[in-house]
């Protein structure tokens, strides 16, 4: 079951999966490359850059389950749920294989996606990514807190949405680096006057986040990238994830690529989408799609990240 609504300048999708209606948007040909967007968000946080990367790739951009246009089920929101459902949205759209691109929260996902199924995951590239750290703003650990849910319900009535919405984007036209993401930030906030939203966001949160902050991590499994091409892209002015995350991923996952973008928020593909757009066409042009093999697999599993045993493991296979 499918159907398409038009949406500025592009058709949004729609699949049924499961019995949950999951909206998307697909663009361009070539070789796939699957955005996955943060938290609170959808489709649109890529709108500045589709249609450049539409120019040589197929562009599968979701609104995940919970988020946007997507139904907004009593589901599984943990980090494998969701890379569940992007396997099996692939599945149906008759793509194998995808390199994929997660922001923020949207990373995480893409790192369990990556995981789960690295025998459909050409490449890696997070954005400002969570799983990198614990650190994360005070305002998604709100989320996770009793009261929230009554808080918005609240703050979200018209003439108070409206009146913070107006005052949040008022905000972040202001020259301050700190107010820089205040109109993504009031986009989000729109969101929750929908209880379905608010209440699935609230169990994406609570699924990796407490109140000491992120509590799902990569850095245990961060070896198993090295089969696998990773840009980790970051801009350095986030407010939302600090940049030293992005140093963290250089740590832990050693043959990574580490870009940090000058004059750039918590969203460097909107802040900067050309040059966005440039660094996915170089690290799809400089990088060999990931080729997976059970065998190699297994060694670096049996290994779990040291060198001299990983060698002892392919010496005896």
Same mark, same amino acid.
């Given at each position: 079951?499918?159907?398409?609504?038009?949406?500025?300048?592009?058709?949004?999708?729609?699949?049924?999966?499961?019995?949950?209606?999951?909206?998307?948007?697909?663009?361009?040909?070539?070789?796939?490359?699957?955005?996955?967007?943060?938290?609170?968000?959808?489709?649109?946080?890529?709108?500045?850059?589709?249609?450049?990367?539409?120019? !040589?790739?197929?562009?599968? #951009?979701?609104?995940? &389950? *919970?988020?946007?246009? /997507?139904?907004?089920? $009593? =589901?599984?929101? +943990?980090?494998?749920?969701?890379?569940?459902?992007?396997?099996?949205?692939?599945?149906?759209?008759?793509?194998?294989?995808?390199?994929?691109?997660?922001?923020?929260?949207?990373?995480?996902?893409?790192?369990?996606?990556?995981?789960?199924?690295?025998?459909?995951?050409? !490449?890696?590239?997070?954005? #400002?990514?969570?799983? &990198? *750290?614990?650190?994360? /703003?005070?305002?998604? $650990? =709100?989320?996770? +807190?009793?009261?929230?849910?009554?808080?918005?319900?609240?703050?979200?009535?018209?003439?108070?949405?409206?009146?913070?919405?107006?005052?949040?984007?008022?905000?972040?036209?202001?020259?301050?680096?700190?107010?820089?993401?205040?109109?993504?930030?009031?986009?989000?906030?729109?969101?929750?006057?929908?209880?379905?939203?608010?209440?699935?966001?609230?169990?994406?949160?609570?699924?990796?986040?407490?109140?000491?902050?992120?509590?799902?991590?990569?850095?245990?499994?961060?070896?198993?990238?090295?089969?696998?091409?990773?840009?980790?892209?970051?801009?350095?002015?986030?407010?939302?994830?600090?940049?030293?995350?992005?140093?963290?991923?250089?740590?832990?996952?050693?043959?990574?690529?580490?870009?940090?973008?000058?004059?750039?928020?918590?969203?460097?593909?909107?802040?900067?989408?050309?040059?966005?757009?440039?660094?996915?066409?170089?690290?799809?042009?400089?990088?060999?799609?990931?080729?997976?093999?059970?065998?190699?697999?297994?060694?670096?599993?049996?290994?779990?990240?040291?060198?001299?045993?990983?060698?002892?493991?392919?010496?005896?296979?």
């Amino acid at each position: 079951m499918g159907g398409t609504v038009p949406r500025d300048g592009y058709d949004v999708q729609f699949v049924t999966i499961h019995g949950h209606r999951r909206a998307y948007v697909k663009a361009g040909k070539g070789p796939v490359v699957l955005l996955l967007h943060g938290l609170g968000c959808d489709h649109t946080t890529w709108e500045p850059v589709i249609e450049a990367l539409s120019r !040589r790739y197929t562009v599968i #951009a979701p609104d995940l &389950l *919970g988020h946007g246009q /997507s139904d907004k089920p $009593r =589901a599984d929101y +943990t980090l494998g749920g969701f890379a569940n459902g992007m396997r099996d949205l692939l599945t149906v759209l008759g793509i194998d294989k995808a390199t994929v691109v997660g922001h923020s929260f949207g990373g995480g996902v893409a790192m369990q996606f990556a995981y789960q199924f690295p025998e459909r995951t050409e !490449r890696l590239m997070l954005v #400002a990514s969570g799983g &990198l *750290g614990p650190e994360v /703003s005070p305002g998604i $650990r =709100a989320i996770s +807190t009793p009261g929230f849910d009554q808080l918005m319900s609240v703050l979200t009535l018209p003439g108070i949405r409206h009146a913070g919405m107006a005052g949040l984007r008022a905000l972040s036209s202001a020259p301050y680096k700190v107010t820089r993401d205040l109109d993504e930030v009031a986009a989000i906030y729109d969101t929750f006057k929908d209880r379905r939203a608010r209440h699935a966001i609230r169990h994406v949160v609570r699924a990796v986040v407490d109140w000491q902050g992120q509590i799902v991590t990569m850095a245990d499994r961060a070896y198993l990238t090295e089969e696998m091409p990773m840009w980790v892209v970051w801009g350095r002015d986030d407010r939302v994830i600090p940049v030293r995350h992005a140093n963290a991923a250089a740590r832990i996952a050693p043959n990574a690529r580490v870009e940090v973008i000058p004059d750039a928020g918590h969203f460097p593909h909107k802040d900067h989408p050309v040059r966005f757009a440039h660094i996915v066409h170089e690290f799809i042009r400089t990088t060999a799609p990931a080729k997976y093999s059970r065998a190699r697999f297994r060694a670096l599993l049996k290994a779990g990240g040291n060198q001299a045993s990983l060698q002892a493991v392919e010496d005896t296979a």
